[in-house]
């Protein structure tokens, strides 16, 4: 059973960076892709970024993009997000998730198949 939990995230100032970690227990992840979403109170969980596990595909939000790198390690323990630059409007609950497999876009929650508890990043003005 996949048990994902994040870390890294906190309080910064905009124009600052914050990178999350998400890790399995120490396990690999053995999975079709990963991703990274967000909730703000009140509002839904959107799709920030993702990536195939091949590392061939990465995709991201659109208000993103420049600004925020998904990756993994190299033995593909952790995966990462690299927040750069970042702007109020990025304070939310931060999810990794993780996919076995099956049809449909990266950018879409019903895709993923465990989650992690999320952590919180807020940006101050």
């Known amino acids: 059973q996949v048990q994902l939990v994040e870390s890294g995230g906190g309080l910064v100032q905009a124009g600052g960076s914050l990178r999350l970690s998400c890790g399995d227990s120490?396990?690999?992840?053995?999975?079709?892709?990963m991703g990274w979403f967000r909730q703000t109170p009140g509002g839904e969980r959107e799709f920030v970024a993702a990536?195939?596990?091949?590392?061939?595909?990465?995709t991201y939000k659109d208000s993103v993009k420049g600004r925020f790198t998904i990756s993994t390690d190299n033995t593909k323990n952790t995966l990462y997000l690299q927040m750069n630059n970042l702007k109020p409007e990025d304070t939310a609950v931060y999810y990794c998730?993780?996919?076995?497999?099956?049809?449909?876009?990266?950018?879409?929650?019903?895709?993923?198949?465990?989650w992690g508890q999320g952590t919180q990043v807020t940006v101050s003005s």
């Open positions: 990536m195939r596990s091949s590392g061939t595909t990465k």
């Open positions: 120490g396990r690999t992840f053995s999975s079709y892709a």
């Open positions: 998730a993780v996919s076995l497999g099956g049809a449909g876009s990266l950018q879409d929650r019903i895709l993923y198949d465990s």
